[in-house]
């Protein structure tokens, strides 16, 4: 079974307005990490936000903010006000311990386009 | 500047031949990941390290070597087993505490089998 799941494979948006991705995880460790990453055409790995599972507050960073809905394991991202420059995939990630080791797991990906 | 460097960003192979990937990081964490990735199917996990000397098989570790003789290097060699290499290969390292919780990548590599 997987670990995290984006069932959005696209995602679509008009410039300025806000959008949600979805992730949802599985994990039977009590202790975990939510992480979002940005990934534009050039490859490389932006980190957007971070969400510990005790954390009581939802996070938030700028124009992003994580959607923690801990009882349904659910950490969607939430991107306000959309700039062309938002476009790229969006990956969730889950950092959780095995074997004494933390081991950080990613999603499939969300491909994000926006509009003008 | 702090970070990871990946080196080459590009790499073209012949079928047969063996290729080492490597990774550096000056930040000093003791955690250190390889990555493949795939369109569609996101990152997934070759061979990870948590300290020198020791390292451990992830998901996807058939036809991949690595090793860890020192911190800061975590170098991936894709030998002539792999029967599919070609992909996108993203190195990271990481720090878990209670004061911050980060993945960080190197600029990745492309791996063309030719």
């Known amino acids: 079974a997987q670990k995290i799941t984006q069932t959005q494979p696209g995602m679509f948006v008009q410039e300025k307005e806000a959008v949600t991705l979805d992730c949802t995880y599985d994990?039977?460790?009590?202790?975990?990490?939510l992480f979002w990453y940005k990934q534009p055409s050039s490859g490389e790995m932006i980190f957007l936000i971070y969400?510990?599972?005790?954390?009581?507050q939802n996070a938030t960073e700028g124009r992003y903010s994580l959607n923690f809905q801990k009882a349904r394991k659910s950490a969607n991202l939430v991107i306000s006000a959309s700039q062309l420059g938002d476009s790229a995939m969006y990956f969730c990630?889950?950092?959780?311990?095995?074997?004494?080791?933390?081991?950080?797991?990613f999603g499939r990906g969300t491909s994000l386009i926006v509009h003008p | 500047d702090g970070g990871i460097t990946q080196s080459p960003k590009y790499l073209f192979r012949k079928e047969g031949q063996n290729v080492t990937l490597s990774c550096e990081q000056n930040?000093?964490?003791?955690?250190m990941y390889w990555y493949r990735q795939d369109p569609g199917q996101g990152l997934r996990l070759i061979y990870y390290?948590?300290?020198?000397?020791?390292?451990q098989k992830g998901d996807i570790a058939e036809g991949y070597s690595v090793s860890r003789e020192k911190k800061e290097s975590f170098p991936l060699t894709v030998t002539s087993a792999q029967k599919n290499p070609t992909a996108f290969y993203l190195c990271?390292?990481?720090?878990?505490?209670?004061?911050?919780?980060?993945?960080?990548f190197g600029e990745g590599s492309w791996l063309t089998v030719v």
């Open positions: 990271a390292s990481s720090i878990w505490s209670s004061s911050g919780n980060t993945i960080y």
């Open positions: 994990t039977s460790d009590p202790s975990y990490g």
């Open positions: 969400q510990g599972s005790y954390d009581q």
């Open positions: 990630a889950m950092r959780e311990a095995s074997g004494g080791s933390y081991i950080p797991t």
């Open positions: 930040l000093n964490h003791d955690a």
């Open positions: 390290s948590q300290i020198v000397n020791d390292f």
